[in-house]
């Protein structure tokens, strides 16, 4: 199974909301990574796991707020966010410990809408 | 000088065309290349993963690398409509270090 999941796939949320992304995998993966795309963008990185530890957090605002509960799953906590938060939010894992160099595997994503 | 350059195109072949996209990059310690399919709409699909240089051939699919000149590429045979979409490189040096897109090439094979 090379399959990471997503809900929701869409998401609408005004700027007071507190919504929560959610992410799966059942590959035995021990690094997850939250992505935000804009469109005809590439995929910028805001956060990696690695072993369930936050490693990495690109300068995300804190309106951003990523969990792992455990190694199979990934949250994105969302709140106060911006219209210009509004992308594709894509997460992605791999094999190896945050080894960024290792194949990501990416889920379909959530198209966040902010209004 | 951004880290990975790919030309975004439109890109628009016939069916049945050979199709060759490419990257260039300026680190000389990316080891670890990918070719990555994005569906309008969708998350990317891995495609291709090479280490270090030379050619991997995956059905209608060939990856190059050629790291002497940095530059990697991809080519499709027999393209398809069904390979319509944006095809994104990506590279790394490994060791925990960055993982970098190309901005993406956008490809329309028509019928």
């Known amino acids: 199974d090379t399959e990471v999941t997503q809900t929701p796939k869409h998401l609408v949320m005004g700027m007071t909301n507190k919504k929560s992304l959610k992410c799966e995998q059942h590959?035995?993966?021990?690094?997850m990574y939250w992505y935000k795309q804009k469109a005809k963008k590439p995929p910028e990185l805001m956060f990696v796991?690695?072993?369930?530890?936050?490693?990495i957090n690109e300068s995300v605002p804190s309106r951003f707020s990523p969990e792992c509960p455990n190694s199979s799953l990934l949250n994105l906590h969302l709140h106060a966010l911006q219209p210009e938060d509004s992308a594709l939010y894509l997460c992605?894992?791999?094999?190896?410990?945050?080894?960024?160099?290792?194949?990501?595997?990416f889920g379909p994503g959530t198209r966040l809408t902010v209004l | 000088q951004k880290e990975v350059e790919q030309d975004p195109g439109p890109l628009s072949v016939p069916e049945g065309a050979i199709v060759s996209l490419n990257c260039t990059y300026s680190n000389s310690a990316f080891q670890y290349f990918m070719w990555y399919r994005q569906y309008s709409r969708k998350g990317p699909e891995l495609l291709m993963y090479t280490y270090s240089s030379g050619n991997k051939e995956d059905g209608r699919f060939t990856a190059q690398v050629d790291k002497s000149s940095k530059y990697i590429s991809l080519f499709i045979r027999d393209s398809q409509p069904s390979d319509s979409a944006t095809y994104l490189c990506?590279?790394?040096?490994?060791?925990?270090?960055?993982?970098?897109f190309g901005t993406g090439t956008s490809l329309t094979v028509i019928p």
């Open positions: 990506a590279m790394s040096a490994g060791g925990g270090n960055q993982f970098y």
């Open positions: 992605a894992s791999s094999s190896t410990s945050g080894a960024l160099g290792d194949e990501q595997f």
């Open positions: 590959m035995g993966h021990r690094a």
């Open positions: 796991y690695s072993y369930e530890k936050l490693s």
